[in-house]
């Protein structure tokens, strides 16, 4: 697709006379291909099936994009089985976006000429585009997919107010990034946008998010089904205490990252509030208003949770205690931790002191049984003295001996040259 030019689709196009529902091409396309077959009578006539498994050994990444294409000219009936696939996720470039726009878009006047090929798409990537796209050409993209489409990544900068229009038009959206928009964003008119998107299960929220005064002290409504909610930028203070309360029970991935405006209170309120139903949980840098050991007692607070990507600076070695393990409350002696993650922020001045023994002997004594991965930041330096390599090696054989008492499925591993 992207290495074509529109006129090599055209003649496909016309073959097209009646839009797909989920994963059917146009009606037209399964009709009886006897008439190519007397022309090419060496031709290996393979059924559909055959060739959509044949499709599916070929990876879906961008630089398999144009194989995935060569297979749709091969013939009438690999062009059924190909077309699919490479509309469904396509992969947008700067350099291909022109062509991909020239196809499903092929008049700005949908009722005038319309492109069938635009109801196969069902994701729509343009985090790559930067000055590639137009406010008014990324509304018109999402008025033609509004049909199927389930993930949108907004672009950088050309994502705009009549945007949100079209974007409140796509009822099947399962997941909305909105994480690279440069342009101030007004939290009313995106939940505005929201009340329609019910199916809604992953959002990223804008890095410019921007108050309403008018409407700070009314709750928004979120997606009911939403599971994962990923906040950055200008979330304030009042916006948690006033908004996170509301949050469907479906919830069950936060993130919190780079929000400068955040103190340590609101946070901790925050994971009162959502702790006991999170599973997976990321609190990164910067976050000035957080200090060492602010979230020592954070396990507590989420009792369920099995992944946790978090700064190092915003804990001490006594995270890893009793105290902040356990509680009267807790049903176990355990804490279901699988996976830690620890960044670590390029600040010289940040007193960070984690050390591997201090992770070994949290899951030594049991507090934390099934800790399966530790991935460490390589500001840490845990792999800067034999000592600390010593450490983080037996922290290794101890996850490994757990995976052997208790199989979970996962291999153990312990790196501590992980990059933020």
Same mark, same amino acid.
């Given at each position: 697709m992207m290495e074509?030019?529109?006129?090599s689709?055209e003649?496909? *196009?016309k073959l097209?006379?009646? %839009?797909?529902i @989920?994963?059917n ?5 399964? #009709?009886?291909? /006897? ?18 498994? +044949?499709l #599916?050994? +070929? %990876?879906?990444? &961008?630089s398999?994009?144009p194989l ?8 009438? !009936?690999?062009y ?5 696939p ?5 992969f ?13 878009? %092929? ?12 109801? #196969? ?11 590639n /796209? /137009?406010?008014?050409?990324?509304a018109?993209?999402?008025g ?5 489409? @389930?993930?949108?990544? !907004?672009?950088? !900068? ?6 949100f !229009? ?17 342009? /101030? ?17 992953t #959002? ?19 997606? &009911? ?15 948690l ?13 936060? $993130? =919190? ?32 208003h957080?200090?060492?050991a ?7 607070l989420?009792?369920?949770?099995? =992944? ?9 070695p006594?995270f890893?205690?009793v %105290? ?8 176990s002696? $355990?804490?279901?931790l699988?996976?830690?993650?620890l ?14 023994n201090? =992770?070994?002997?949290?899951?030594e ?6 800790l399966?991965s =530790? ?10 003295? *034999? ?6 090696a037996?922290?290794? @054989?101890?996850l *490994?001996?757990?995976?052997m @008492?208790? &199989? ?13």
């Amino acid at each position: 697709m992207m290495e074509l030019h529109q006129q090599s689709y055209e003649p496909s *196009e016309k073959l097209l006379n009646s %839009p797909d529902i @989920e994963n059917n091409v146009p009606e037209f396309f399964t #009709l009886n291909t /006897s008439a190519s077959q007397g022309a090419h009578s060496r031709e290996i006539l393979l059924p559909a099936e055959i060739i959509s498994q +044949i499709l #599916l050994y +070929i %990876p879906r990444r &961008p630089s398999t994009q144009p194989l995935l294409w060569s297979c749709s000219l091969v013939s009438r !009936a690999w062009y059924t089985s190909a077309i699919i696939p490479l509309y469904r996720r396509p992969f947008i470039t700067p350099s291909n976006f022109a062509q991909f726009v020239r196809t499903v878009c %092929p008049s700005k006047n949908a009722h005038i000429r319309h492109s069938a090929l635009a109801t #196969l798409v069902k994701s729509l990537d343009m985090g790559d585009l930067v000055h590639n /796209s /137009s406010k008014s050409l990324t509304a018109r993209l999402l008025g033609r997919l509004k049909g199927n489409l @389930e993930q949108f990544v !907004a672009p950088q !900068a050309s994502f705009a107010i009549n945007s949100f !229009a079209a974007l409140g038009k796509c009822t099947r959206l399962r997941h909305l990034d909105l994480s690279l928009i440069s342009a /101030s964003i007004s939290n009313k008119l995106l939940f505005q946008t929201l009340t329609h998107l019910t199916h809604l299960e992953t #959002l990223l929220f804008p890095r410019s998010s921007a108050l309403d005064r008018d409407t700070e002290t009314k709750p928004y409504t979120w997606p &009911p089904r939403l599971e994962a909610l990923h906040l950055a930028g200008g979330i304030s203070d009042h916006f948690l205490w006033t908004h996170t309360s509301t949050l469907p029970a479906t919830l069950r991935t936060l $993130s =919190v990252q780079h929000c400068s405006q955040v103190h340590a209170h609101t946070l901790h309120h925050v994971l009162e509030v959502l702790g006991a139903r999170l599973t997976h949980l990321t609190i990164r840098y910067p976050m000035k208003h957080l200090g060492t050991a602010t979230l020592d007692p954070l396990l507590l607070l989420c009792p369920n949770l099995i =992944v946790l990507r978090i700064s190092a600076d915003f804990i001490s070695p006594s995270f890893f205690t009793v %105290p902040n393990i356990l509680s009267s409350a807790t049903p176990s002696h $355990s804490h279901p931790l699988r996976i830690l993650d620890l960044e670590c922020s390029p600040d010289p001045t940040a007193d960070v002191d984690i050390q591997p023994n201090s =992770v070994y002997e949290a899951v030594e004594s049991g507090l934390l049984p099934d800790l399966r991965s =530790v991935r460490v930041s390589a500001r840490l330096a845990w792999g800067a003295s *034999e000592k600390s390599r010593g450490d983080a090696a037996d922290l290794l @054989e101890v996850l *490994e001996e757990g995976e052997m @008492e208790r &199989p979970l499925g996962m291999a153990a591993e312990v790196l501590y040259w992980m990059n933020d």
